[in-house]
């Protein structure tokens, strides 16, 4: 077990150490610099610039010395917003993005497990038929649809919930169900099927034998098992949610990090853009992690660390 | 197993009616739209006019938008973009995915430890937000290496688009394929034929390969609406088809700017959301039918 958790973490590094590095010279490569909108500099100018924001010498070695500021917590400056740094930048936007995706999260997942599980208990009626409808629908409409609907109707015609922007918690709420809209739907069709799966095997007929109430069967026999599918897909949900809200956050007006990204990819910021890049890979590395572990801890039926 | 493309799949598949059916009949109607329809219109449809943000009419059943051209025109050019990234894309995912899934499965052991462990790192990057990444470094360098060939200039972000997308979307093609190999590999006919001396290569295309086409086209039914969402997501970032082309997503990136307190153009949103998610939603049912009928894993 604990080789297993070790052999993960180093593999952990490796894919940040990779993503970081292919960032980088991504963006190095990429013509035009972040100096180059400016009216026109006098080369001792742009050089004094250049060294200034850490864009002098080779690509390689800026390389180095952006590794080696790495190892020290620093994410480095910023050329879009002169006078913060990329760890300011975050430390003010990364919170309003997490309180987005772990609302979301919440939504996608209670959501989901109760709608497919309520679709397979109530299996051949119109109700499973409509809310397995209903699910297609929500993962065929892009979140930039939703959004922009749920704002023409909550916000603007019934006057409900705000329209963007983030004041209260309750302008979260749309967001939020936005950016968890398809996901309620996939993790009910993965509920759903599973589900149906379990409730045929052999334990849950013993189960029903016993006389033990059918809710009891249900949420306590069956969906221990019908649930693990759910949990391996934990870790692409957070993956999928923190690109989807990228545009949520585009959509509704919130201050929080996703927007950097087409930002600075436009601006050639490359350190505020590197820095996102790091902080969403490593959340998303360390939520695969967790899920991996505790998969096996939670179905004693694999061993995936042997 | 192996009689997954005959004819009586096609009858079970129409035979599971409503649903499948008329995804079918909506899904050929888009694409003879799509294809003749841009054709068919005025040339006057996709010029600039001065009939702006013109509600729904009779001349304009889907309104006009900023620059005063139609949006039915342009949701259906559009949809020409669209569908072909959508298409190409997940073409080329089918062939890296097929290909890769049957050499990780075929060989086995240590390689198959090794291609599986790669895949399993790449689903754990944030692909869209590399390719977004990508795509933006690549550009200016992808328009000199086509402006050798005429005609394709113009085209360079969707070649790009169809390429990097492609590239991405393989990953859950090669895990199908590779399980199908997996459980295949160990059956008589394939030891049959390995006990005569065929190479890998023969067993490999003429008999795996065969058994595989049905789980292989159900989910590149499926890959198609996966590869389209995305390349609407970079559009509607601004990162993907570039005006004055349009595709679904770019045009829904307009439309959502259109909705706002003052005054809501909510055609320019309506139209192209419609089609876009009817589309989606008959490819994805379709994907959902095929898979009842030709996955032989898929328990009903």
Redesign the interface.
């Given at each position: 077990m604990v080789a297993f958790a070790l052999r993960r973490f180093a593999?952990m590094l490796?894919?940040l150490f990779?993503?970081v590095s292919?960032?980088f010279f991504?963006?190095r490569?990429?013509?035009g610099g972040p100096f180059d909108r400016e009216r026109e500099l006098l080369p001792q100018a742009k050089h004094a610039l250049e060294v200034k924001f850490h864009y002098d010498g080779t690509p390689w070695q800026q390389y180095t010395a952006y590794l080696s500021r790495l190892m020290h917590g620093d994410l480095g400056p910023s050329t879009r917003y002169r006078n913060r740094t990329v760890n300011e930048l975050l430390a003010q936007t990364l919170p309003v993005s997490a309180a987005l995706g772990a609302t979301a999260f919440c939504i996608a997942t209670l959501g989901g497990v109760l709608l497919g599980g309520w679709a397979a208990v109530r299996r051949g009626t119109a109700g499973e038929t409509g809310a397995m409808f209903l699910s297609?629908?929500a993962?065929?409409?892009?979140t930039?649809?939703t959004?922009?609907?749920l704002?023409?109707i909550f916000a603007?015609q019934l006057g409900w919930l705000p329209?963007g922007g983030l004041g209260s918690p309750m302008s979260l709420l749309l967001p939020a169900l936005t950016l968890a809209g398809p996901y309620v739907a996939y993790i009910a069709r993965l509920t759903r099927?599973s589900m149906?799966?379990v409730l045929g095997q052999d334990f849950i007929r013993t189960a029903r034998a016993k006389g033990l109430a059918e809710w009891r069967v249900v949420s306590l026999h069956a969906a221990k098992v019908a649930l693990l599918p759910v949990i391996s897909f934990l870790?692409?949900l957070a993956?999928n949610l923190?690109?989807g809200s990228?545009?949520v956050e585009?959509?509704f007006n919130i201050p929080g990090a996703g927007g950097f990204?087409?930002n600075s990819?436009q601006n050639r910021d490359g350190f505020l853009?590197e820095g996102v890049?790091i902080v969403?890979?490593a959340l998303?590395?360390v939520l695969?992690l967790l899920v991996d572990i505790a998969y096996p801890w939670l179905d004693r039926r694999i061993k995936s660390y042997e | 197993m192996s009689d997954a493309a005959n004819p009586s799949a096609w009858q079970r598949l129409l035979a599971r009616g409503g649903a499948a059916r008329w995804s079918l009949v909506l899904l050929v109607l888009v694409v003879l739209a799509a294809v003749f329809g841009p054709m068919l219109m005025s040339g006057m449809a996709g010029e600039v006019s001065a009939d702006q943000f013109a509600a729904p009419s009779w001349a304009h059943p889907f309104g006009t938008d900023l620059h005063g051209q139609d949006m039915l025109f342009r949701v259906l050019s559009g949809a020409r973009v669209s569908l072909a990234v959508g298409i190409a894309g997940a073409l080329i995912a089918f062939f890296i995915g097929t290909a890769y899934g049957l050499v990780a499965g075929y060989a086995g052991g240590k390689t198959d430890g090794a291609m599986m462990r790669f895949v399993e790192i790449l689903y754990a990057v944030p692909r869209l937000i590399i390719l977004l990444i990508a795509i933006n470094a690549f550009d200016s360098r992808m328009k000199m290496w086509l402006a050798g060939i005429p005609g394709l200039v113009s085209y360079s972000r969707i070649v790009i688009l169809i390429l990097s997308l492609g590239l991405i979307e393989w990953l859950t093609m090669a895990r199908i394929v590779r399980g199908q190999v997996l459980a295949l590999k160990s059956q008589q006919f394939v030891l049959a034929a390995r006990s005569l001396g065929q190479t890998h290569w023969k067993i490999l295309t003429r008999h795996l390969l065969p058994n595989l086409v049905g789980v292989v086209i159900v989910y590149l039914t499926l890959t198609v609406p996966a590869v389209i969402l995305d390349e609407s997501f970079l559009s509607f970032l601004g990162l993907g088809i570039q005006a004055p082309q349009a595709s679904w997503g770019s045009l829904l990136a307009d439309g959502a700017q259109a909705i706002n307190p003052v005054k809501s153009y909510w055609w320019l949103l309506a139209f192209p959301a419609a089609t876009m998610s009817l589309t989606l939603l008959a490819l994805n049912f379709l994907g959902d039918a095929l898979r009842d009928v030709l996955d032989p894993r898929a328990e009903k």
């Open positions: 593999s490796l894919v990779c993503v292919i960032t991504l963006m490569s990429a013509p297609l629908l993962i065929s409409i892009p930039f649809v959004g922009p609907l704002i023409l603007l329209v099927t149906l799966e870790g692409p993956a923190l690109t990228i545009v585009t959509i990204f087409v990819i853009l890049v969403y890979c998303l590395v695969n | -």
